[in-house]
C-alpha cells in the first residue's frame, strides 16, 4: 500500500528517480511505453505519491519522461533524452558500458579536447598552466595506483577547459565529468596504464606553456589515440570475462 503522508527522506525522490531510469535506460520501459499511475508507482517503490511526483519531475528535466493530460506519461524518443545532464550520466555508467556507449563518449572527447587544449595554450594565464600542471604532478605522484591517480586526470582535462576561459567550454566540462571518469576508468584498467599516459600528458603541458596551439592540439590527438587504444583493449577483456562467467554458469547448470 502506498504511503499517505510526504515525509519520505530527502533521498526517496532521487532513489525512485534513479530506479525509473535504470528501467528505461535498460529497455524494460522502451520508448513509447506509458508509465503505470502514480499510485502505483507509490505502491511498488513503497513511497508517497509527493515522491513520486518529485522523482517525475526530476525525470521530465532530464527529457527521459513527457506528460499530456488524460494520456497519461510516456517514456520520451532516445533522441529527446539529455545525455549531457551529469546525474543521468552517471545513471546510465552505473551500468556496464557498452563497446558503443564508450566510443560515443571517446568521440565527443575528441571533438571537443584537442580544439580546447589549442584555445587554452593561446589564450590561457599562467595561473591556468600552473594549475594543470599541479594536476600532472599529481598523476606522477600516484605511480602505478590507478585509483590515486584518476582523480588528478581528470583534474588535468577539466583544467584545460577551464583555461579556455569559454564559459560553454567550461560548462560542458562540468557536465561531462561522469564521462570522462567512465573514459578514464577504462583506460587505466590495463596494467601500467596511468604509467604509460604520462609522457603523453607531459607533451601536452609542455606544448601549453610553449603557448603553441597547434602542437597542444597534436599532442591531445596523440593523448586520445593512446586512451582509445587502451579503452578498446579494455572491454575487450571484459567482453572474454563475461562469456567465461556465462559458460562456467551453463556448465554448472547441467
Not at 29 to 54: K, M, N, Y
Not at 84 to 93: A, F, K
Not at 216 to 245: C, G, P, V
Request: proline residues 3%; hydrophobic residues 40%.
Amino acid at each position: 500500500m502506498a504511503k499517505a503522508d510526504s515525509n519520505d527522506s530527502p533521498q526517496s525522490s532521487t532513489q525512485v528517480a534513479r530506479e525509473v531510469a535504470r528501467l528505461i535506460l535498460t529497455g524494460v520501459w522502451r520508448e513509447g511505453t506509458t508509465l503505470p499511475r502514480e499510485i502505483e508507482l507509490a505502491s511498488r517503490f513503497d513511497v508517497s505519491r509527493a515522491s513520486i511526483r518529485e522523482a517525475l519531475s526530476l525525470l521530465k528535466a532530464k527529457g527521459l519522461i513527457v506528460s499530456k493530460q488524460k494520456a497519461g506519461t510516456h517514456v520520451r524518443a532516445r533522441i529527446d533524452w539529455n545525455m549531457l545532464d551529469e546525474e543521468l550520466l552517471n545513471w546510465t555508467l552505473s551500468e556496464l558500458p557498452t563497446q558503443e556507449f564508450a566510443k560515443q563518449l571517446l568521440e565527443i572527447r575528441r571533438i571537443v579536447e584537442p580544439e580546447a587544449c589549442a584555445i587554452c595554450a593561446a589564450r590561457g594565464t599562467d595561473e591556468d598552466f600552473a594549475r594543470i600542471e599541479r594536476a600532472y604532478r599529481g598523476m606522477d605522484a600516484a605511480g602505478m595506483d590507478r585509483l590515486a591517480y584518476a582523480e588528478p586526470d581528470l583534474q588535468f582535462h577539466r583544467g584545460i577547459l577551464i583555461a579556455t576561459g569559454n564559459d560553454f567550454l567550461i560548462a560542458f566540462g562540468a557536465t561531462v565529468a561522469a564521462a570522462l571518469r567512465m573514459s578514464f576508468n577504462l583506460s587505466t584498467q590495463n596494467a601500467g596504464a596511468p604509467r604509460k599516459s604520462l609522457p603523453y600528458h607531459r607533451a601536452v603541458l609542455d606544448a601549453i606553456w610553449a603557448r603553441n596551439p597547434d602542437a597542444a592540439r597534436q599532442a591531445m590527438h596523440k593523448l586520445m589515440d593512446l586512451t582509445e587504444q587502451n579503452i578498446i583493449s579494455a572491454l575487450s577483456r571484459q567482453r572474454k570475462k563475461d562469456a567465461e562467467d556465462e559458460n562456467a554458469r551453463t556448465r554448472r547448470a547441467r
